[in-house]
Every structure is written in structure tokens, then in C-alpha cells.
């Protein structure tokens, strides 16, 4: 049951220019969006969030986008950087709090 | 930065074996998790506690499973006898607020042989 989906496994950018990780999610239920990144031997580490009641929010290089309608988010890094390199997961919640995550996707940024 | 701590980092184990894997969540903290991911699988909800009870839990956390807060600082997982699909990496994770993001700790890697 994928009520949140990351449907790349892997993402490579050159540094400087624009990452753009995409999810979808199947739940209507869902008003709370986040995104996570995730080093090797590390657990997942908080990015950035977005209530269902935005379609838009920014943090420094990175973006969260909403479409409701679609059910869909997209994380922007804009520049990426090489430590950016990691897996980022979406995850979306609800009224219970209990986070769902989407499977991952790996970024890799070229030097 | 306050930071979720996790104990042991690695534990090997024989199926049918009770462990007991622990956590130091963020200390004004009020809700606590336990998620795990299995190798090559999506990171997964195991169950949720906040004011010494069980507030949700998933399909997964079974009656082999148990979770504790015993003192004011540790949150424990319990599983009672181990299989071999247990294997995962346990992560720990505590928030301050209602729907609030998690902070997770970096996680147990559980071995079952």
C-alpha cells in the first residue's frame, strides 16, 4: 500500500544547477508534507515542510511545492551542491501524526 | 543541538532471541517512535507513544513487540523472540509538538542469523 510515492530511485545534477526530487501521495487525508534527507549510517534528518494549507514554501537553496490537486510535492535545491548527495525521502501525515514515507531517492551532485 | 541517541549501534542476535534496543529521545520531547527499514525497503512505521501509552501502532508491531519508557529518558523497543525478518535498521524518533517534525536518531541495525 504506497500512499506515498517517490517513483525515481536515483537523480544525478551537475553542481550549480537545479535538483528537483518529485512525490506523489494517494491519501487525501494527508495535510502535512516533509522532507527528509538521509546520510549513510545516519537516520533521516528534517529538510523542510509544508501544510496542505500552502502551495509553496522556501528555505535558503531549498523549495517545497504543493498541488493538491494533483497530490503532488516536489522538492527544488537550487544550487545543488555536492553535500547535498543523499537520499531524500517525502513523508506526509495526517491528523494521527504517524509519518508515511516514500521509498527514497538517491542524489547524487557531480563536482 | 539536542540530539536523539540510540543504543547499540549494531546487534547481532539468534533467532528466538529477546533484544532490547534503547533510546535517548530529545529531552522536552512529549512523543516518541519507532519506525524500521528494512535493507532496500522504504523507512516504515512501527508505533507511536506519548503520556506512557501506546497512542497508534502499525500491522507490524505484533504481539512480539513492546515498547517502555522506564525513566524519564529512555524509550525502549522490545522485541521478545526475534526472526529472521526482523533484520532492519531501528530508528528512534521523538518530536516536541503534536504533528510536528521528527527527530530521528541514527538508527540500530538489528542482524537476526
Known amino acids: 500500500d504506497q500512499q506515498v510515492k517517490q517513483n525515481s530511485p536515483s537523480l544525478s545534477v551537475q553542481e550549480g544547477r537545479i535538483s528537483i526530487l518529485n512525490c506523489d501521495y494517494t491519501n487525501s487525508m494527508f495535510d502535512y508534507f516533509l522532507w527528509y534527507k538521509k546520510y549513510p549510517a545516519e537516520g533521516p534528518t528534517f529538510l523542510i515542510s509544508i501544510s496542505s494549507i500552502k502551495d509553496k514554501n522556501e528555505d535558503g537553496r531549498f523549495t517545497v511545492f504543493l498541488n493538491k490537486s494533483a497530490k503532488h510535492l516536489s522538492l527544488h535545491i537550487v544550487p545543488s551542491q555536492p553535500g547535498d548527495s543523499a537520499v531524500y525521502f517525502c513523508a506526509a501525515t495526517g491528523a494521527n501524526s504517524k509519518l508515511t514515507f516514500g521509498k527514497g531517492i538517491t542524489l547524487s551532485v557531480r563536482p | 543541538e539536542p540530539e536523539v541517541t540510540q543504543t547499540p549501534s549494531h546487534q547481532v542476535t539468534q533467532m528466538g532471541q529477546e533484544v532490547i534496543l534503547r533510546c535517548v529521545p530529545i529531552s522536552n520531547h512529549l512523543y516518541f517512535y519507532w519506525y524500521r527499514q528494512i535493507l532496500g525497503q522504504k523507512v516504515e512505521f512501527l508505533v507511536s507513544f506519548y503520556n506512557n501509552e501506546i497512542s497508534e501502532k502499525s500491522e507490524i508491531f505484533d504481539d512480539q513487540f513492546s515498547v517502555e519508557r522506564p525513566d524519564g529518558s529512555n524509550f525502549t523497543l522490545k522485541i521478545r523472540s526475534t526472526k529472521l525478518e526482523d533484520s532492519a535498521m531501528y530508528f528512534c524518533?521523538?518530536?516536541?509538538?503534536?504533528?510536528?517534525?521528527?527527530?530521528f536518531g541514527n538508527g540500530t541495525r538489528l542482524t537476526v542469523t
Open positions: 524518533a521523538s518530536s516536541d509538538l503534536y504533528n510536528s517534525p521528527l527527530h
